[in-house]
């Protein structure tokens, strides 16, 4: 008999940044564990590409009449100030989020002298802010229905160290740690657990530049004791640890899945 332990069966997902990359590995890999999932990104043709992929994928293992629901929801999340009517229609649609994942993110390399404010207020926007402020609406929507929750951050290996090049997203995903742990022990009283994922190098459109130069590719490879550039799939399993009831007792922690990279000196 299986336990449930890792089941998501009757819980809705919101995963930010849901179209592509990790965090459509993410609402998939939350579907096949049991969940509906609602995406947000701002490409409409990727979201539905998405909820079609999510759609068959998971129903391909079962019968068609129980292929997880896939709401789509096509927002910049530089849009501060219409979030929160964001995650009202949101919850008015899905009926009630239970686990929200903030993985929308995108950086800009450059050297840090250089980069202008425009810039670094995008990157800080979309990879803190906006998580912060989707966070505070998931909050208050978990208290009123008086129901438990699951936040789950996905930050970076800048979460723990730095690069040359990366001033605005290293402080955006430090800063989201940050906020990981405040979130975690002052809303454990609502019982929403808050934790991070430190994904390693993750091969994905965000990461093309890097794969595609030789000597970026290779520093990478020698520095992931596993070897290998990791797989957007690869996240899914921490995922559902912390979505799950597996996790009830998880809150502010981060957790690397890195192929074995901050473990080497
Ligand atoms: N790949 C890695 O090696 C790696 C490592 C560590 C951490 N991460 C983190 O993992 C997360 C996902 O990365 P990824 O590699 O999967 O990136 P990706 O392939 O570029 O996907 C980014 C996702 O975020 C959405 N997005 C970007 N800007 C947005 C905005 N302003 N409003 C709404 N949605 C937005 C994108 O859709 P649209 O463009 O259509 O909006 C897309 O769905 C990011 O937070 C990233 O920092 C990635």
């Not at 709401?71 to 100030?81: S, V």
């Not at 992931?224 to 007792?249: I, N």
């Amino acid at each position: 008999m299986e336990s449930g332990l890792f089941s998501l069966s009757g819980k809705t997902a919101l995963v930010t940044g849901g179209s592509r990359g990790i965090g459509l590995a993410l609402a998939k890999g939350l579907a096949e564990h049991g969940a509906n999932v609602a995406i947000i990104a701002r490409t409409k043709e990727q979201l539905e590409a998405a909820r079609q992929q999510i759609q068959t994928d998971t129903g391909l293992r079962r019968a068609q009449s129980s292929r997880k629901k896939v709401w789509t929801f096509p927002f910049d999340l530089k849009n501060i100030k219409a979030i929160e009517a964001l995650f009202e229609n949101i919850v008015s649609e899905t009926k009630g989020i239970d686990i929200l994942v903030n993985c929308a993110g995108m950086t800009v390399r450059g050297p840090s002298e250089d980069v202008d404010l425009k810039t670094w207020n995008q990157v800080i926007e979309v990879n803190l802010t906006a998580a912060f402020v989707i966070s505070q609406a998931f909050c208050r929507h978990r208290k009123q229905v008086a129901k438990a929750g699951r936040i789950i951050n996905i930050g970076s290996l800048t979460c723990h160290g730095a690069r040359p090049t990366t001033a605005a997203y290293a402080s955006s995903k430090g800063g989201l740690l940050m906020l990981t742990k405040t979130l975690a022990v002052e809303w454990a009283k609502y019982d929403i657990n808050v934790n991070a994922i430190g994904p390693g190098y993750i091969a994905t459109d965000l990461t093309e530049p890097l794969r595609s130069d030789e000597d970026f590719n290779e520093w990478v490879l020698s520095k992931t004791p596993l070897g290998r550039w990791g797989q957007p799939e690869d996240l899914v399993g921490t995922a559902v640890l912390l979505a799950s009831k597996a996790g009830d007792f998880i809150t502010g922690q981060i957790i690397y899945v890195d192929g074995g990279w901050l473990a080497m000196l």
